[in-house]
């Protein structure tokens, strides 16, 4: 291959990497402070997609699956992502009174992976679910709430079954 090939080939590449990044990339901010097992675990840089904070390292990774699930037709969204102590605080008085939030089931504050995090609540109407539990792993996402279809946790290396029984590849 000669050198203008290869010089172009570069140039394409570099160009690619960086409409990718500018294509995915919102301005950061402080989302608060993470936590896991009850500790404190610093400050988190986030995002907002689809409305939601997400953490940047979740969100760069979950740009990937939603791009490529818009390949196939399928159009992810987020419904709940970051979650600090005081927002984790009212789901779990949600979930103890059954009073909001449909009752659903939410982990004390300071415990939930929201609050970390590597967890995302991922509409699952329609196309999405079923392309979640074929595709989701291949990205690193897998379910971990048995009751809860929509909830999505970020586990590079982890496999599908993992942690609860669903339908997946």
Not at 112 to 119: K, L, M, P, R, Y
Not at 147 to 154: L, P, T
Request: aromatic letters at 16%; a negative charge; proline letters at 4%.
């Amino acid at each position: 291959m000669n050198f203008s090939i290869k010089l172009l080939l570069l140039f394409l590449a570099v160009f690619g990497f960086i409409f990718f990044m500018k294509s995915h990339s919102e301005s950061s901010f402080d989302c608060g402070m993470a936590y896991s097992d009850g500790k404190p675990l610093g400050n988190e840089q986030c995002v907002k997609i689809d409305g939601s904070p997400v953490v940047v390292q979740t969100a760069e990774k979950y740009y990937v699956m939603r791009d490529a699930a818009k390949k196939d037709g399928v159009n992810l969204s987020i419904n709940s992502g970051f979650r600090t102590y005081e927002e984790q605080e009212y789901f779990y008085n949600c979930y103890l009174t059954k009073s909001c939030n449909n009752g659903n089931f939410a982990m004390p504050p300071g415990y939930s992976n929201h609050e970390n995090g590597i967890a995302l609540d991922i509409n699952y109407h329609g196309p999405n679910y079923a392309w979640l539990s074929t595709n989701a792993t291949e990205f690193g996402f897998v379910r971990t709430v048995e009751s809860e279809k929509w909830h999505w946790e970020y586990r590079p290396g982890s496999k599908c079954n993992e942690f609860v029984n669903y339908t997946c590849n």
